[in-house]
């Protein structure tokens, strides 16, 4: 997701939070909610979206004034959650809040997909966040360079984890395999729950992560953080490079929203849409997102679903050149 394009969809939900928030109230969803809404987190507990998920929905439960209640369900990259959601009524106490792997990775890797996109429907464009590279302390490299000319010398010896195929971290690595010219070995695992620990205990040597997984292992120095995956540099680690300034173009920085059923009203919709750009512009959001290494977005159905549609294009050129789609 490029830089240029998160500024525009955080500037229009400045401009239009407030009118749109006022409008649907107007136009009858003040009556919403009258129940306790659901978010359905398609990672386990203490992942990048279950994190977001968790600090919005404690303000939406200040704002709505209706209990908020996460629940994880991981598995089938998130096609579980939506399943899950999709099971429920259409009525707006269901959401999914993840990544976008569930409406521009899943739908171009698995034909036996157990939903298509034209089941869902994007809400609010919550956060983005860039992953990291790190490495186990027993690789021997301390840069971004030292650690290409390693893999580069020693072809698929590395081998690497994620949070399971067509994630964000799994794509990440690919993109730089083949942008950078070596191979790994792919293992993926079920969230950062698993994947982070295993590069812990040295039973995988690489992995991308989200900054708050990493961080405390990087300053105890059991784990080497390298490189970020997003456009730009990293506020919070400036000094790691991106791996943006090797492979031109490459951006896969996690963009984390909330999404609907299809039929969900759009009265309530726009509702959930109109609070949540509220949320991400309150000053002690931004706080507690910015120390995470996440950027507070808060935009729109229309704006999510852009950006939903740029990420389903750049990463289904990866998928068909690097032969991912499951058989």
């Known amino acids: 997701m490029s830089s240029k394009f998160l500024k525009i969809a955080a500037a229009a939900s400045i401009l239009i939070g407030s009118a749109m928030l006022s409008q649907v109230r107007a136009q009858g969803a003040s009556t919403y909610p009258n129940q306790q809404i659901r978010f359905i987190i398609t990672h386990p507990a203490g992942g990048l979206p279950d994190t977001v998920a968790r600090i919005f929905g404690r303000r939406l439960e200040q704002r709505l004034g209706q209990s908020v209640i996460v629940e994880n369900r991981s598995g089938a990259n998130g096609a579980v959650a939506v399943t899950g959601m999709l099971s429920a009524p259409a009525n707006g106490y269901t959401f999914v809040v993840t990544d976008g792997a569930i409406w521009t990775v899943n739908p171009q890797i698995n034909p036996q997909l ?58 990440s690595m690919v993109a730089m395999a083949r942008g950078l010219n070596f191979d790994a070995t792919h293992v993926p695992f079920k969230g950062t729950g698993e994947s982070v620990p295993a590069l812990l205990g040295g039973h995988v040597d690489a992995l991308f992560s989200a900054y708050p997984s990493l961080i405390g292992a990087n300053e105890a120095k059991t784990v080497k953080m390298l490189a970020a995956n997003g456009a730009k540099r990293s506020t919070l680690a400036p000094d790691l490079p991106s791996i943006a300034e090797k492979v031109p173009g490459y951006d896969y920085a996690v963009i984390i929203g909330m999404y609907a059923r299809t039929e969900t009203p759009d009265a309530v919709v726009d509702r959930i849409a109109a609070e949540s750009a509220e949320i991400a512009r309150e000053p002690e959001i931004i706080q507690r997102l910015t120390v995470l290494g996440v950027e507070a977005i808060g935009s729109g159905p229309q704006a999510f679903t852009t950006a939903l549609q740029e990420e389903t294009k750049r990463v289904g050129a990866l998928i068909e050149s690097a032969g991912l789609k499951m058989k």
């Open 114 to 171: 157990s939903y298509a996109v034209k089941d869902i429907r994007a809400v609010s464009f919550l956060a983005s966040a860039p992953l990291f590279l790190a490495v186990h302390p027993k690789v021997p490299a301390n840069t971004l360079d030292e650690f290409l000319t390693y893999v580069r010398a020693n072809p698929g010896k590395l081998n690497y984890g994620s949070s399971g195929v067509g994630s964000n971290h799994h794509l």
